[in-house]
């Protein structure tokens, strides 16, 4: 049992729908992230939410807008996606945001753009 | 920005045998070197990790070597098992500190 839960588990919307991503982390932890998985690419990091405050938006699209309400919560808005953005999405916590603090992963949503 | 390079992306072994798994970083400030091991349909998880202050770290079949001058660090599976059979992913942190920066990940086989 992780102690970083995503849902939902799989979600498949069309390019004009609206819908979201939820992360919980169960582990204390004060930083948050957003990576993307897609097929032959490496996790390739989104967004870092340190103490509900964004600290890294790595170049990403409008289109993906994220939430961090508190520590424990972090949403991913999706709205008007396009095919090439169907990837496995995986959350992660960690302690803080300093460079040697391990990272612990959910299991991702699986999301197609159809 | 930092990047990392991670060898082999295929990597077929007979059960028993040894397995290796390297990689490359470009920021010389970097100090914190984790391996992930990630099963189909499941998030990667922390399998071992390193600090630039020790050359060597092992934990029971699995250990991993640092050498901060080259630059490079590897990730060593001895007596490998069929439920090694994963995807093996390096990291090390970006220039900001503040996120982990992937390798391409390796595809273990361990066949029996």
């Known amino acids: 049992e992780t102690g970083v839960t995503q849902t939902p588990r799989h979600l498949v919307m069309g390019m004009t729908n609206k819908k979201s991503l939820k992360c919980e982390q169960h582990?204390?932890?004060?930083?948050m992230y957003w990576y993307k998985q897609s097929a032959k690419k490496p996790l390739e990091l989104m967004f870092v939410y340190s103490l509900e405050e964004r600290v890294e938006n790595n170049s990403v699209p409008s289109r993906f807008s994220p939430e961090c309400p508190n520590s424990s919560h972090l949403f991913l808005h999706l709205h008007t996606l396009q095919p090439e953005d169907s990837a496995l999405y995986l959350c992660?916590?960690?302690?803080?945001?300093?460079?040697?603090?391990?990272?612990?992963f959910g299991n991702g949503t699986r999301l197609t753009v159809t | 920005g930092e990047n990392v390079e991670q060898h082999p992306s295929t990597l077929s072994v007979q059960e028993g045998d040894s397995a290796v798994i390297k990689c490359t970083y470009s920021?010389?400030?970097?100090?914190?070197f984790p391996w992930y091991k990630q099963e189909l349909g499941k998030g990667p998880q922390l399998i071992i990790d390193?600090?630039?202050?020790?050359g060597e770290k092992k934990d029971q079949r699995i250990a991993v070597t640092l050498n901060k001058t080259a630059k490079h660090f590897s990730l060593h599976i001895t007596e490998t098992q069929p439920e090694d059979s994963a995807v093996y992913f390096c990291?090390?942190?970006?220039?900001?500190?503040?996120?982990?920066?992937f390798g391409k990940g390796t595809t273990l086989s361990v066949s029996s």
């Open positions: 920021d010389s400030a970097s100090n914190y």
């Open positions: 390193i600090r630039s202050n020790v």
């Open positions: 582990l204390g932890h004060n930083a």
């Open positions: 992660a916590s960690s302690q803080d945001v300093r460079g040697n603090s391990p990272l612990h």
């Open positions: 990291a090390a942190f970006n220039q900001a500190g503040t996120a982990l920066i």
